[in-house]
């Protein structure tokens, strides 16, 4: 077999395994989707009822504010602000190399952490604020959020219009669900949590 014969196997080899992996990185990102959707409706139909997950969360989260003075202790709208400005520094520090890399599968897989680790960010966010809000607000918030899930889709889906087709446009795709995600905990926390 000629040379370039075999180069253009190994061309065609490598391009298969990359689209490969670039669809069920997107097949992923449209489970993820659906995966929100379902925790909306369970969140609407949880009630009262809390998840020994969140116990837990409620008592790390007393245990850090009982640690500081009754003069020091923070509202949980500044505790989760800071937690908020935490996350996107660690991520800006953690996944600095894979985004500066250039190399597309480097940058999917940064995206996708940042759009995952947003993800619970704002699960757990939501879940905070069904402690706060009247039954009213919540049942406000939750149908904004199923708007707002409409809209992220939609905006992700639309991101890789221009390179439609190309390599890039998978991390596009991800990229601004993660970029919609964290814009969204920020909002919930400012005009929400008290």
Known sequence: MSKIAKSIICIV???SLFLVGCS???????????NDDKTITSLENRGENE?????????IESQENDSTNDNEKKTAKESYLDKLNELEANLNTSLKEKYDSGITLEMIEAASEEYEKWDKMLNKVYLKLAEQLSETEMNNLTEDELNWIKT?????????DKFEGGSIAPFLRIDSLAKSTKERCYELVNNYMK
């Open 51 to 59: 998840t020994d997950t969140n116990k837990g969360e409620d008592a």
């Open 152 to 160: 992220r889709d939609e905006k992700s889906e639309a991101a890789d």
């Open 13 to 15: 080899s490598v391009s």
């Open 24 to 34: 069920n990185v997107f097949n992923d990102i449209k489970e993820q989707s659906n």
